[in-house]
């Protein structure tokens, strides 16, 4: 009996000896596997309108400002802001109207892209954020455009995905809104409303795609719900008629790129019908120094392309951004 209690003694002293070892390994494989920065979901009250974005990484790092397009919002960005974080502060707001922010009355707030650009200034001054590189794209572009145009010095660099800022960028796709922008009719407006619908949104994010199989359905269901709340589809087709007022300011846009010359990655999906790869290639002509990349993919370049662009980002933001 004594002999048996010896060895069952000795066979778990063999084992306690040999657990924490075990745990030791898998202890140094999840410090290996570092976790992502957590986001924060947060709102602020900017002229007296609730303004939700998503916030992430270290508060004293550089800061980069992603402006989404449409029909979506900050959530565009759900993939790309970890990627980010670890290095960079990041912010990614949702504009009045859209995803979460708070969508007023038509009768009390004028949705237009001036008034957007408005709204991200006083964020930024809300969030103390005293320079930033500004990812843009879609409607995201004017709106981070105007913002360089009232506060140039504070832009350091630009990624600009699908964006446009040339009469080059707005083809057939553009033809319809430019009846509506001619004549300001209900007849045109109207025509404009098949562009709020689950066909076209879902068009948005599949159309042009190398291999739709990387596009998650998820998205254009997110969107339209959204964009099936009440009154939100005039809201949409007002922000569609004001987009009118972008295209006289392409030159002062252009006088930006010629005279502050900011550091440029332009990451374009060329298959895009919205904001044709016609539109990616005049920037060269004011950003010579921007880095191009053009990849086959459509408008939502970030759900199926991630992989490719996040890398590309954070080289280019590690490269002229950080250290500036």
Not at 29 to 40: L, Q
Not at 127 to 144: C, F, L, Q, R, T
Request: proline share 7%.
């Amino acid at each position: 009996m004594r002999k048996l209690i010896l060895t069952l003694l000795l066979a778990t002293a063999s084992i306690t000896v040999a657990l924490p070892s075990a745990i030791v390994a898998a202890h140094a494989t999840s410090e290996a596997r570092k976790a992502p920065a957590p986001i924060y979901y947060r709102t602020a009250k900017i002229d007296g309108i609730d303004i939700f974005y998503r916030e992430s990484g270290p508060a004293d790092a550089p800061v980069v400002l992603l402006l989404h397009g449409f029909p979506t919002s900050s959530h565009m960005f759900r993939n790309l802001i970890p990627l980010l974080a670890d290095r960079y502060h990041v912010i990614a707001p949702d504009y009045p109207g859209y995803g979460q922010s708070a969508s007023p009355d038509r009768g009390e707030y004028a949705y237009t892209f001036a008034g957007a650009a408005n709204i991200v200034d006083k964020l930024m001054d809300h969030v103390s954020a005293k320079s930033y590189a500004m990812y843009v794209m879609d409607y995201g572009a004017p709106v981070g455009y105007r913002l360089a145009l009232l506060h140039p010095d504070r832009v350091s660099g630009l990624i600009i995905q699908n964006g446009n800022a040339y009469d080059e960028g707005l083809k057939q796709f553009w033809d319809p809104i430019k009846t509506y922008w001619s004549d300001g009719s209900q007849k045109s407006r109207e025509a404009l409303s098949p562009l709020v619908t689950l066909e076209t949104t879902k068009f948005q994010y599949t159309d042009g795609m190398e291999d739709v199989a990387r596009i998650s359905p998820d998205n254009w269901v997110h969107d339209q719900a959204l964009l099936d709340r009440p009154g939100n589809k005039d809201i949409q087709l007002d922000m569609l008629y004001d987009y009118r007022t972008n295209v006289p300011l392409y030159p002062d846009f252009q006088s930006f790129f010629r005279e502050r010359k900011p550091p440029t990655l332009i990451v374009w999906g060329k298959n895009d019908y919205i904001f044709p790869e016609a539109g990616a290639h005049p920037y060269v002509k004011d950003l010579p120094d921007a880095e191009v990349h053009i990849l086959n993919s459509g408008h939502f370049l970030l759900e199926e392309k991630l992989d490719v662009v996040a890398p590309l980002i954070n080289d280019f933001l590690d490269r002229k951004v950080a250290k500036r």
